[in-house]
Structures are given as C-alpha cells and as structure tokens.
C-alpha cells in the first residue's frame, strides 16, 4: 500500500485502502508502516508526536495480513501508550493462527483475508462502510480512526454476535460501544 503519512487523516484511509486491495486481487497487502510509512512524518515531531494515534494504527493492524512499525515504538512512546501497542500485538499473536489459516485459503481461492462488509453481507446495507471490516467471514473488526474519540458507533449484519468485552448482542442494528485507548473492538459471529 502507499506511504501514509502521520496524520488521522491518513488512518482513516487504510481500511477502504486493503478493502479494494483485497477485491483487487491483492489479498496479501501490507496496510502501510504503523503511525505512518514517510519517514519526514516523524523528523521534528519527538514533542509533538500524537501517541495516540500510533495506538490507534497498530490496532488498526493487528488484525490485518500484516503488522510493521514505522520506528520502534519503545523509542517514542510513553509507557501508557507503548502498553497499548504491547496489548495491540499480543491480540495479533491471538488471532495469527486464523490469519493464517485465511492465507492459505486465499492462496487456494482467491478470497481476500480482510473482506469488504458487503462482501461478507451482501445487500444487507453495508456497501458505503469503510470504517470496520471482516477478518474472514466470522470476524468484525471495527478500530477506533477519530481523534480524541472514546466512543463509536458498528453495525452489525443480522445474527449474534459477541464483542471483545464479552458482550452480546443481536444484529441487524447500529450499536454504540466504548473504546478506551487499549480496546480494539472486535465482534465474533456466534450461533
């Protein structure tokens, strides 16, 4: 994928981004360098470098084909912030073995890894939604991309679906949920 910049401008940009990518036929893209791939991004900015927003990337990643850091985030993150990440990468290691798994469907298949709602559901309302995807057909993925937001709305396609936290809920609906700094919310379908 092309170089990001280290903006929440450019965060945004990365799930519509591996979408297309996926549809494309490159199910085995890389979503850009966490915090953002230009390396000028990060010339001069050790006073104001947004931590938060290298939160939010990585989680943003983590349940993508793959995971890279722009710089070394124990270089330039304080230890709420770099425990994030910590927690960004230990829920990748979780998901791995079906990331895995999905690769080697796509290589047999052709099916992207990360997939579009309205692939996954389709008709179901979800063709404009390019801010949550599926980690195959059983994963929503949906990261937190706004600045100094601690909430967002997901919808949900019909079923059951279980969210990170342990909660349940019904879809066919738009849910609130809370997204503190360390959550990357994600639903599992469930029968």
């Known amino acids: 994928m092309a170089d990001k910049n280290?903006?929440?401008?450019d965060i945004r940009k990365l799930i519509?981004?591996?979408l297309l990518e996926g549809m494309v036929g490159y199910y085995f893209s890389c979503p850009d360098m966490i915090g953002g791939g230009e390396i000028v991004?990060?010339?001069g900015l050790q006073e104001n470098l947004d931590q938060a927003l290298v939160v939010r990337s990585a989680q943003c990643h983590a349940l993508m084909p793959m995971m890279q850091f722009s710089v070394a985030p124990w270089r330039i993150l304080d230890s709420i912030h770099l425990q994030a990440v910590k927690e960004a990468v230990a829920l990748r290691m979780k998901f791995t073995p079906?990331?895995?798994?999905?690769?080697?469907?796509?290589?047999?298949?052709?099916?992207?890894?990360v997939r579009h709602m309205d692939y996954v559901f389709p008709e179901q309302g979800f063709a404009m939604?390019?801010?949550q995807f599926m980690l195959g057909d059983s994963i929503l993925v949906a990261p937190?991309?706004?600045?100094?937001q601690m909430s967002r709305n997901v919808l949900l396609p019909k079923g059951n679906w279980q969210a990170d936290d342990g909660k349940k809920y019904?879809?066919?609906?738009?849910i609130t949920i809370n997204v503190p700094l360390k959550r990357l919310p994600y639903f599992k379908r469930v029968n």
């Open 170 to 174: 019904k879809g066919g609906t738009t």
């Open 129 to 131: 939604v390019n801010n």
């Open 98 to 113: 079906l990331i895995l798994e999905l690769a080697k469907h796509a290589a047999a298949s052709g099916e992207p890894i």
């Open 41 to 43: 991004s990060f010339w």
């Open 144 to 148: 937190m991309l706004e600045k100094n």
């Open 6 to 9: 280290h903006s929440w401008e």
């Open 16 to 18: 519509p981004n591996m």
